[in-house]
């Protein structure tokens, strides 16, 4: 079993940066890609950006160039590093992993809020 709980999201002024972090605890050996993922209110989830264990990156076409995504695999904790945020980035962004035999985790989700 693995857990997984996302911190760092809050309410800022459009063009403001955030940097939300997930810790992964539990059995947390043998993660591969991990992601996130996002849903605003009256949307579907959506793919944010994600990143193998050996760190090759894919991102939304939105996010490209303003978010980066990276992992610690030592500290067994992911982050996104968002920067020039926008009203329509408003939305509860997801933490999500892959483990062995096909597993799927994901957190609670944090709330981030971006003002106009």
């Known amino acids: 079993q693995v857990q997984l709980v996302e911190t760092g999201g809050g309410l800022v002024q459009a063009g403001a940066s955030l940097r939300l972090s997930c810790a992964a605890s539990g059995n947390i050996f043998s993660l591969y890609t991990m992601g996130w993922y996002r849903q605003a209110p009256g949307k579907q989830r959506e793919l944010v950006a994600t990143i193998t264990r050996g760190a090759d990156t894919n991102y939304a076409y939105s996010v490209k160039g303003r978010f980066t995504i990276s992992r610690d695999n030592a500290k067994n904790t992911l982050y996104l590093q968002m920067n020039s945020l926008k009203p329509e980035d408003t939305a509860v962004y997801y933490c999500?992993?892959?483990?062995?035999?096909?597993?799927?985790?994901w957190g609670q989700g944090t709330q981030v809020t971006v003002s106009s």
């Open positions: 999500q992993a892959y483990g062995t035999y096909g597993r799927e985790y």
